[in-house]
């Protein structure tokens, strides 16, 4: 799987977009972009994913690069309650797989939402 | 109506104690997952089970045995735990469709404290 790399940390005043970047400059042609999330003695939650198109749902938006060596997560008006470890995952997504959901979690973003 | 229910959610035990962590999903999810996070936070993966048959066996201890009985269980028996068990155990679920197998749901976690 391709490696991604984020950064450590972000802060995002409260009401404001906030903008997470996620740098994947080996993925294949094959390979989703996932994001998650882990809000603080929680387990993670699923926020989006996308193989070229850039995808909305009512959490986020993905942005994908037309190279699709980077991506951007988008959340367009962050809450206190956004704040938590956001991390950028690669991904086969071929039906079957044996390692099919086998996601290799990094260290993520830690965003930090202030009022 | 909890999609994926783990329980117990906090054990504390002895070194050397047996005990198992049950994990039930109703989304109707035909693989299962258990992850471990460790002290420092790093999710991996340990199990995934699809329609009951074991997919995913990471270089996990022997100690460490998934039992499912159906595809809406997937339970997590450990032998002789030792101090370096102790870690937060998350069940996960997901489809097994093209892109959406690496949709994971997971639950809240069932905190693991060996002294």
């Known amino acids: 799987d391709a490696k991604t790399t984020q950064p450590t940390s972000m802060d995002c005043a409260e009401g404001r977009a906030a903008n997470l970047p996620c740098n994947h400059s080996?993925?294949?042609?094959?390979?989703?972009v996932y994001w998650y999330r882990q809000i603080h003695s929680q387990g993670p939650q699923y926020i989006i994913h996308g193989l070229k198109n850039n995808e909305t749902n009512e959490m986020a938006s993905l942005i994908i690069t037309e190279d699709r060596k980077s991506s951007t997560l988008i959340l367009p008006h962050a809450t206190l309650r956004d704040t938590a470890v956001y991390y950028c995952?690669?991904?086969?997504?071929?039906?079957?797989?044996?390692?099919?959901?086998?996601?290799?979690f990094g260290q993520g973003t830690t965003l930090q939402v202030k009022p | 109506d909890t999609a994926v229910s783990q329980t117990p959610k906090y054990l504390v035990t002895q070194m050397g104690n047996d005990k198992s962590i049950k994990c039930e999903q109703n989304l109707g999810h035909d693989t299962m997952y258990w992850y471990k996070q460790d002290s420092k936070k790093f999710l991996k993966i340990m199990f995934s089970y699809n329609n009951k048959e074991l997919i995913i066996n990471e270089t996990v201890p022997n100690r460490f045995s998934p039992k499912s009985p159906d595809k809406a269980h997937l339970n997590l028996h450990i032998n002789s735990l030792e101090l370096g068990d102790s870690a937060v155990y998350f069940c996960?679920?997901?489809?097994?469709?093209?892109?959406?197998?690496?949709?994971?749901?997971f639950g809240a976690g069932s905190r693991l404290t060996v002294l």
């Open positions: 995952i690669v991904r086969v997504g071929i039906r079957g797989s044996s390692n099919t959901g086998k996601l290799i």
């Open positions: 996960a679920s997901s489809r097994d469709r093209g892109s959406g197998a690496n949709v994971l749901t």
């Open positions: 080996t993925i294949s042609g094959n390979e989703y």
